[in-house]
């Protein structure tokens, strides 16, 4: 497997500019959940789906921020208009929850550093 | 506030040496789970420790489990400057796929 996929990498974009990025999970994992890391907040978890669906979104920071599920295969996270305190890393991470098991690993992405000049 | 707070926030150790990480947490939990997080990487997990487990091996990692003090300890033995990294812990209180994670202690191995 390839492992979790995110995409841009890196996104340098003009303040109130709309902002999305993309995470594809490891195949067959039924949460999927959305982190930023600062410096200054640590990793904070903004959002996560269950089975496609929003359970928990409490992290989310303002009405900036959208986060959908389409599909099991894909989410994303959008920021309109992004400000320049949105600038961080951007972690997707999936895992799965075998049935009648307790252990529940993440699998992170590679991250989107995003930069909002 | 978070469920897991490392200490120390920050270890630097000569190559060889034992590193040892703290974490401790204010719920109870299913299970606690270290990851190691390179720079400008994403996290890769480590271990996990069940609830009722005390102790636990890793080729040079070793992990303890004291859910009457609500803390865990990483250690890292022989330590290698490719140890270099961030450590978090991550505990999981709710049943479910969720994860609390500490701030992390940042490990610098010189060589």
């Known amino acids: 497997d390839a492992g979790v996929i995110q995409s841009p990498r890196h996104e340098v974009t003009e303040m109130g500019q709309e902002v999305t990025l993309r995470c594809k999970p490891i195949?067959?994992?039924?949460?999927l959940f959305w982190y930023r890391q600062t410096m200054m907040r640590g990793l904070e978890l903004l959002i996560y789906?269950?089975?496609?669906?929003?359970?928990?979104d409490s992290g989310m920071p303002e009405d900036r921020f959208s986060a959908k599920m389409p599909n099991a295969s894909f989410s994303t996270l959008k920021i309109q208009p992004s400000e320049p305190r949105d600038s961080a890393v951007y972690f997707c991470a999936s895992s799965s929850i075998a049935q009648g098991a307790t252990y529940n690993e993440q699998f992170f992405g590679p991250g989107t550093r995003l930069t909002v000049l | 506030s978070q469920q897991g707070e490392e200490d120390p926030q920050a270890l630097s150790i000569q190559e060889g040496e034992n590193a040892t990480m703290n974490c401790s947490y204010k719920t109870s939990i299913n299970n606690l789970q270290w990851y190691r997080q390179n720079s400008g990487r994403g996290l890769v997990h480590l271990i996990l420790i069940r609830s009722n487990e005390r102790e636990k091996h890793s080729g040079r990692l070793r992990v303890t489990l004291d859910t009457s003090k609500k803390s865990s300890s990483l250690l890292i033995t022989a330590s290698r400057a490719a140890d270099t990294a961030s450590y978090f812990c991550a505990t999981d209180p709710y049943q479910g796929g969720k994860l609390i994670f500490g701030q992390g202690t940042e490990l610098s191995v010189k060589p």
């Open positions: 789906f269950n089975n496609n669906v929003p359970i928990d």
């Open positions: 195949s067959g994992h039924d949460y």
